[in-house]
Each structure stands twice: as C-alpha cells, then as structure tokens.
C-alpha cells in the first residue's frame, strides 16, 4: 500500500475529493489517504494555514493529492497553493490539454503540455506597497536555476514522448531581462536535445495562435505568470476547468491538483464535475509507477465523458457529482 497525503481543500473541493475516492475504492487501487487540510477553514480551527502535521505529512509521503484552496483577492493571506509550491520547490506545473470525445468545445484535435514555472518570476512574493504615494510594485524575479530546471522538465518530457517539438513563450522584447532569460537558458538547454526542435513565440502572438490554431503545439513552456494565464486559455480549448489535469512536481515531493480553484458559486449543490481532480488522480498514479490503475481508471473515465448524459451539467448531462463517479464505476 502507497500511502498519500490528501488536501480535500475548500468550496467544492470536499465534494469531488469523495468521489475520487470513490473511484480509487472500487478500482481497488493500493493507495491509502492520509487527510490533512489547508486555508482559511483549517485557520479556523486549528490556527495555521498550513499546518505542521501537513508539512510532516507531506515530507513523509513525498505524494499528494488535492483539492482546490480559496485566496482572498487583493487583501488578505498569501495563496496557500502559491506558499506551497514554493515551500516544497515545485518548480514544475504540468497541465496537459487534450480533445476528449464527447466533450464540446469550438476546437479538435488538441494535445499539448503546457510547462509553467512555478516557484518565481512575478508570483516571487516580492511586493512592496508605499501607501503614502500610493504607489505599488511587484518585482519579477527570474534565476538561471529556475529557468533551467523547468525548461529541462520540459524538453525531458518532449524527448521522452516523441512530441518533436516545443514552444518557449515570452516577452523578451519588451522585458529585456526578467522576459528573456528563460528564452535564453532554453535556446542554451535546446543544444542536449537534437531530436526536439525548439521554436518560440512572443506571449500576445502565442495566444492568438494558441485560439486560431492549437494543434500546431505539443510542448509550451513558459515562465510563471503567462504560464497562469494560458493554462486556463488551455483549459477553455478543450472543455473548460472541469476537465483538466495540474500537477506541481518537484525534485523531491510532487502535488497533484485540479486547475479549477474552489467555486464557490456552486458549492455545497453536489453538481461539481469531478473530472478535473480524477484527471489529475490518474496523472499521480502514473507518478507513482501505478500504470495499470491508471489506464483502468482512465478508460472508464473516458468511456463516461463520452456519453454527455452520465455527466455532469457543465458538461451538458444532469448527473450529480456522485452519480457521475457511479457511472465511472460502473464501467471499470
Ligand atoms: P473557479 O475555478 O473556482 O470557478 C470559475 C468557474 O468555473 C465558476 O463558474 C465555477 O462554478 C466553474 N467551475 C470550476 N470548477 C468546476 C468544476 N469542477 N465543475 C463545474 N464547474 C466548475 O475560479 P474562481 O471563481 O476565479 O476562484 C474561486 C476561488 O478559487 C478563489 O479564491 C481562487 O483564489 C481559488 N483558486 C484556487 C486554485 C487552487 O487551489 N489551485 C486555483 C484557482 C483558483
């Protein structure tokens, strides 16, 4: 049995995290869950926002699964999602965006990986606010070393899947520095890798292309900030935020989350498509070297999606939340 820290997280995060846990039961997956909560529920209680026994948990099982955390905006405690990324260096966010049969969505033929830098650049946590000539300023800090860890992530994965290809977006042009070293050290990095051709493009241009034609791309890697932005651009491309998988990966522990953040506009109802957090459940289970579960649990997955009426109403069915795991269930 491998054992795996659970973050259920906050909003809707409670409701699919039981219907995956669902699916893992009945596909008899040998994994069990050590629960620990984070955010503003677990402050409450228990006075911390990430409390010691998650971090212990975390070191011990160097494996976690979990569900979306809500920020609130413009004032108050820093991202849990963001402290822990940079806590446990999780230089890697991985967030693949695939067509699915059944899914609607205005595009086909979508396959890409999108490589986001997780840890720096404006997300760093470098703000300074002068109140007094109302002036704020958030720095972007960029290294050799964080550019270089995520651009090899990325040209490992594109090696390793024969993707051909990959794609640096940037702003080199305008942000001469912050903008261009991670174009630099991946032009530098590209020379270990002769069967991947390295192309890139200037982040506004990326985005149109990324909407006028997306299966031109198979490996995007990009700094932090943009990197936020087009994941959920990815997302839209192929479903929505309820279909797509995340994970944060570093050298030594790894985190697997849903993209979509909490939703509170639907919380509590039991109408929340927990595709999203079984998706990226399934990309943990390849992490772990547990691969027959994982195609099991993802064929059953996709034989559902491909019927709109076993799921749920974002996608077009009426089935609830647990319904929906049901009728995974029922195919596995
Ligand atoms: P959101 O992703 O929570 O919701 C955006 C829209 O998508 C809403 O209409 C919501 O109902 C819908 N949606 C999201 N997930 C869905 C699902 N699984 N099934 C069906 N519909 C779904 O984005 P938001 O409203 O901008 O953010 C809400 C909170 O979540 C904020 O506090 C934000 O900081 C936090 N957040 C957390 C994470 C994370 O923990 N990784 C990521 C993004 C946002």
């Known amino acids: 049995m491998r054992q795996v820290t659970l973050i259920p997280g906050d909003g809707i995060g409670p409701e699919i995290t039981e219907a995956v846990k669902a699916v893992f039961r009945a596909a008899n ?29 975390l070191n011990k099982n160097k494996v976690a699964l979990k569900g979306p955390i809500t920020t609130p905006v413009g004032k108050g405690f820093k991202s849990v999602n963001v402290q822990l990324r940079q806590m446990f260096d999780l230089y890697a966010n991985i967030r693949p965006a695939k067509t699915t049969p059944g899914i609607t969505s205005r595009f086909e033929n979508v396959n890409l990986v999108l490589f986001r830098e997780n840890t720096e650049g404006l997300y760093s946590g470098l703000e300074i606010f002068d109140e007094r000539l109302q002036i704020a300023d958030s720095i972007s800090r960029v290294t050799r070393v964080g550019c270089e860890k995520i651009v090899r992530a990325a040209f490992e994965y594109a090696k390793k899947h024969n993707c051909g290809k ?50 031109q791309f198979k490996v995007i890697v990009t700094t932090n900030l943009f990197g936020d932005i087009l994941s959920d651009l990815c997302a839209g491309l192929v479903g929505g935020l309820g279909v797509v998988a995340g994970a944060n990966i570093g050298d030594d ?40 579960e994982a195609n099991r649990i993802e064929a059953a997955l996709e034989a559902t999606l491909a019927n709109k009426e076993e799921c749920t109403g974002d996608l077009g069915g009426k089935a609830s939340t647990m319904a929906f795991a049901q009728n995974i269930i029922s195919k596995l």
């Open 29 to 57: 997956v040998p994994v069990t869950w050590e629960e620990e909560n984070a955010g503003q529920t677990t402050f409450d209680s228990v006075g911390e926002l990430i409390p010691q026994t998650l971090i212990d948990s």
């Open 166 to 215: 990959i794609t640096v977006a940037h702003k080199a042009n305008i942000l001469k520095n912050a903008g261009a070293l991670l174009l630099r050290v991946a032009a530098e990095v590209a020379k270990d890798y002769p069967t991947v051709q390295m192309e890139d493009k200037i982040i506004d241009n990326m985005c149109m292309q990324l909407v006028m034609k997306p299966e």
């Open 253 to 292: 522990i790894a985190i697997f989350e849903a993209v979509h953040g909490s939703a509170p506009d639907i919380a509590g109802k039991g109408i929340a498509n927990p595709t999203a957090l079984l998706r990226s459940a399934i990309m943990m289970l390849h992490h772990i070297d547990l691969k027959e």
